[in-house]
């Protein structure tokens, strides 16, 4: 007992720093839980500066209104018991919608330095942000999910904030670029399941966008330090009839203004977004730190979308990786190969010289699909691999024609290797 007595003693006597790094690393119901370890312990968690709450901080049971009462007592009580300033505070919970404890959690959190704010809320009646949000100086995180809010006039934006994270958030879309334009700070922008939204991006730090949604317009105006770019957007008649009167280029107004683009990453019709509008002709900028790129759902039977694909692989020099999907109509796609287009297009002095892996999946084999492919092969000397794999819908006999037009291609590089898979 003399031994268990002597490390209880130990660990209890360890710096304050190392005990805050162990009680963090719990779960909070646990840390809270140390408490009754002895005298020493009793407090010790109430100077944690970050704050993780969810159903695990509370039995469960059956009844989500029981689930929901001990969920705000908790919180409440460890917020009444916290000692010191709370640097992050998360609530990821689908039992609390729009309760006034919450309102009244975050004007105590406005008052305590908060720099990180996650709030996940669940099913039902979205949560109204209180204003005393847009008082907390010091963020510089803040994710809101199934949220709703309008920044009062006085609000001059969050001076420290790095990273917006908004999840099915309703709000007004001037509202959303007033608050990214007022964010000299940040780096990290993620917008997710928004309707019909035209959105003009002005963020000069800006270095991650991730967006996904119903977009009509997305005009990148002032983002030149932008690295990673991921896009998934949803479409729907109004916006498809959007798309056919526009007469801009997308495509200079999504990617012209990104000269340090690494990674690139379209999916559901994002080259079809970018293939909207007047024909730029050469492009004014070269991706030349652009890496990699992975474009899902090209239709290869639609020459503009095709154009946008050899656009960003011609102009990115230092492309390693590339990774394409396939989304033809077999049928368009046979009866309109148009090889003239693929003769005018390719520069003849094009040189895909950094390119080692490339991933090529859902073809069905079409003329242009197997053009591009041959294209990759005949003008990258250092090709490492060319993976592919076709469509499901595709024939068995169909695979073998595939496989054997692939084999017979011209290759630069003498270790490239054709990999032909089901799956």
């Known amino acids: 007992m003399m031994g268990d007595a002597s490390a209880q003693d130990l660990v209890s006597d360890l710096p304050q720093s190392i005990i805050e790094n162990i009680l963090e690393r719990l779960p909070l119901r646990d840390a809270i839980r140390t408490s009754i370890l002895s005298t020493k312990w009793r407090y010790k968690w109430s100077t944690l500066t970050q704050l993780v709450f969810d159903e695990k901080c509370v039995s469960q049971a059956n009844d989500p209104r029981?689930?929901?009462?001990?969920?705000?007592?908790?919180?409440?009580?460890?917020?009444?018991?916290?000692?010191?300033?709370?640097?992050?505070?998360?609530l990821s919970t689908s039992y609390l919608q729009c309760r006034p404890d919450i309102d009244q959690w975050l004007l105590f959190l406005s008052r305590n330095d908060i720099r990180e704010l996650v709030l996940e809320l669940g099913e039902g009646e979205w949560f109204r942000v209180p204003s005393?949000?847009?008082?907390?100086k010091k963020l510089i995180r803040l994710d809101l999910c199934r949220c709703e809010f309008d920044p009062p006039p006085?609000?001059?934006?969050?001076?420290?904030l790095r990273s917006l994270n908004l999840h099915q958030v309703l709000v007004a879309p001037e509202a959303i670029e007033s608050l990214i334009s007022?964010?000299?700070?940040?780096?990290?922008?993620?917008?997710?399941?928004?309707?019909?939204?035209?959105?003009?991006i002005r963020a000069?730090?800006?270095?991650?966008?991730?967006?996904?949604?119903?977009?009509?317009?997305?005009?990148?105006?002032?983002?030149?330090c932008l690295v990673a770019i991921s896009v998934a957007m949803y479409m729907t008649d109004d916006i498809a009839e959007h798309f056919e009167q526009s007469s801009n280029c997308n495509f200079i107004k999504f990617l012209g203004r990104v000269p340090?683009?690494?990674?690139?990453?379209?999916?559901?019709?994002?080259?079809?977004?970018?293939?909207?509008?007047?024909?730029?002709?050469?492009?004014?900028?070269?991706?030349?730190?652009?890496?990699f790129i992975e474009l899902n759902q090209v239709s290869f039977e639609d020459m503009k979308e095709v154009l946008v694909v050899v656009r960003l692989v011609t102009h990115s020099p230092n492309l390693r990786e590339l990774q394409i999907s396939g989304s033809s109509n077999t049928l368009a796609g046979i009866e309109a190969p148009d090889l003239e287009f693929w003769n005018?297009?390719?520069?003849?002095?094009?040189?895909?010289?950094?390119?080692q892996v490339v991933k090529m999946t859902d073809l069905f084999g079409v003329p242009s699909e197997m053009e591009f492919a041959k294209f990759l092969l005949e003008n990258?000397?250092?090709?490492?691999?060319?993976?592919?794999?076709?469509?499901?819908?595709?024939?068995?006999?169909?695979?073998?024609?595939?496989l054997i037009e692939f084999v017979r291609f011209r290759r630069a590089s003498p270790l490239a290797e054709v990999i032909f898979t089901e799956d």
Request: hydrophobic share 40%; charged share 15%.
């Open 204 to 224: 000069s730090n800006l270095k991650y966008l991730s967006l996904e949604g119903e977009f009509k317009d997305i005009f990148l105006e002032d983002t030149p």
């Open 132 to 136: 005393c949000l847009f008082s907390c």
């Open 260 to 291: 340090h683009l690494q990674r690139l990453i379209g999916h559901i019709y994002f080259t079809k977004y970018l293939s909207i509008g007047n024909d730029p002709g050469e492009l004014p900028i070269t991706y030349s730190h652009l890496k």
């Open 380 to 402: 990258s000397p250092v090709l490492e691999t060319l993976s592919i794999t076709p469509s499901a819908y595709v024939t068995k006999d169909g695979r073998i024609d595939m």
């Open 344 to 355: 005018d297009t390719w520069p003849s002095n094009c040189t895909l010289a950094k390119l």
């Open 182 to 200: 007022s964010c000299p700070l940040l780096e990290s922008l993620a917008i997710s399941y928004f309707d019909s939204l035209v959105l003009n």
């Open 154 to 160: 006085s609000f001059k934006g969050f001076l420290y």
């Open 66 to 90: 029981s689930v929901e009462l001990q969920l705000v007592k908790f919180v409440t009580q460890a917020l009444f018991l916290h000692q010191g300033p709370i640097h992050k505070f998360q």
